[in-house]
Nanobody, 126 residues
Framework: QVQLVESGGGLVQAGGSLRLSCAAS????????LGWFRQAPGKEREFVGF????????YYADSVKGRFAISRDNAKNTVYLQMNSLKPEDTAVYYC???????????????????WGQGTQVTVSS
């Protein structure tokens, strides 16, 4: 089992920045891919980006590429989502998820992930 706890959400004006954290506990996450997803009211949960914990490789959705960045802190077993140049359309509940690495299929799909955090609300005002 992997437990994930997100934090860092809040209200920010358009153009501002926020950093979300996802603290992992339980099993070691060195063999996992840690992904970020978001879900706005009335919409499907959508992929934001992921990081392969062991390699550090990252990948982002086109909608956030160049504005968001994912990093990890091995010592703290924590993944971060740095969000810059925020737009009102970034408003959503943001979720952290963990999926075992090396599996077939794309890690842009929510179905690749076995464990999810409870989510943290991000609201961007115009």
């Amino acid at each position: 089992q992997v437990q994930l706890v997100e934090s860092g959400g809040g209200l920010v004006q358009a153009g501002g920045s926020l950093r979300l954290s996802c603290a992992a506990s339980g099993r070691t996450v060195s063999n996992y891919v840690l992904g970020w997803f978001r879900q706005a009211p009335g919409k499907e949960r959508e992929f934001v980006g992921f990081i392969n914990w062991s390699s550090g490789r990252t990948y982002y959705a086109d909608s956030v590429k160049g504005r968001f960045a994912i990093s990890r802190d091995n010592a703290k077993n924590t993944v971060y989502l740095q969000m810059n140049s925020l737009k009102p359309e970034d408003t959503a509940v943001y979720y952290c998820a963990a999926g075992i690495s090396g599996m077939s299929g794309s890690y842009t799909s929510r179905y690749r992930y076995n464990y999810w955090g409870q989510g943290t609300q991000v609201t961007v005002s115009s």
